[in-house]
T-cell receptor, first 110, second 116 residues
């Protein structure tokens, strides 16, 4: 089993839609989790961090289910500018080493 | 604040040739990372430096890849000889040393390597 697994995508949604991505992780000892965003042919950038049950930032909500070992990212009222690949990230061995999932591609259309 | 700088942005070489990439991290960031991102996959850590010492190089193919960070600032990653499967984007990232924020890695634009 991979350390971090994500919905393969792509997700094609219209503007204004609500979309959710799931991510499962194998290390039950992981305490913190992150979502990075990567635009096409660009570098990854930190989007959100999740430490306890969840985190909310505007239209973005990240939730954590430790019992089932999965993290979700919910995007409400999708914008064209949300089109990107969303990478689920789990630290290994503390904060220093990050394990990236393969990413879920989102395409928002008019 | 200047971001992470990388060069070159693109490189095309033939298999068995050598190539080197350069990275200059954000000023003051003690930790520097090199990642390999193959198309359709997430970044995979190759090597991690803290100042000029190697913290983790467990996934670096040491028979052909080497990296150094001599003065604890900029770094170079070398591949010699290159194979077709080395075609990827090589990302450099840096992070501050504060324990509560080392997850926040700042990435450079990457070097897109094509091996023919």
């Amino acid at each position: 089993r991979k350390e971090v697994e994500q919905d393969p995508g792509p997700f094609n949604v219209p503007e204004g839609a609500t979309v959710a991505f799931n991510c499962t992780y194998s290390n039950s000892a992981s305490q913190s989790f992150f979502w990075y965003r990567q635009d096409c042919r660009k570098e990854p950038k930190l989007l959100m961090s999740v430490y306890s049950s969840g985190n909310e930032d505007g239209r973005f909500t990240a939730q954590l289910n430790r019992a089932s070992q999965y993290i979700s990212l919910l995007i409400r009222d999708s914008k064209l500018s949300d089109s990107a690949t969303y990478l689920c990230v789990v630290p290994r061995g503390g904060y220093n080493k990050l394990i990236f999932g393969a990413g879920t591609r989102l395409a928002v259309h008019p | 604040e200047a971001g992470v700088a990388q060069s070159p942005r693109y490189k095309i070489i033939e298999k068995r040739q050598s190539v080197a990439f350069w990275c200059n991290p954000i000023s003051g960031h003690a930790t520097l990372y090199w990642y390999q991102q193959i198309l359709g996959q997430g970044p995979k850590l190759l090597i991690q430096f803290q100042n000029n010492g190697v913290v983790d190089d467990s996934q670096l193919p040491k028979d052909r890849f080497s990296a150094e960070r001599l003065k604890g600032v900029d770094s170079t990653l070398k591949i010699q000889p290159a194979k077709l499967e080395d075609s990827a984007v090589y990302l450099c990232a840096s992070s501050p040393i504060r324990v509560d924020r080392t997850y926040e890695q700042y990435f450079g634009p990457g070097t897109r390597l094509t091996v023919t």
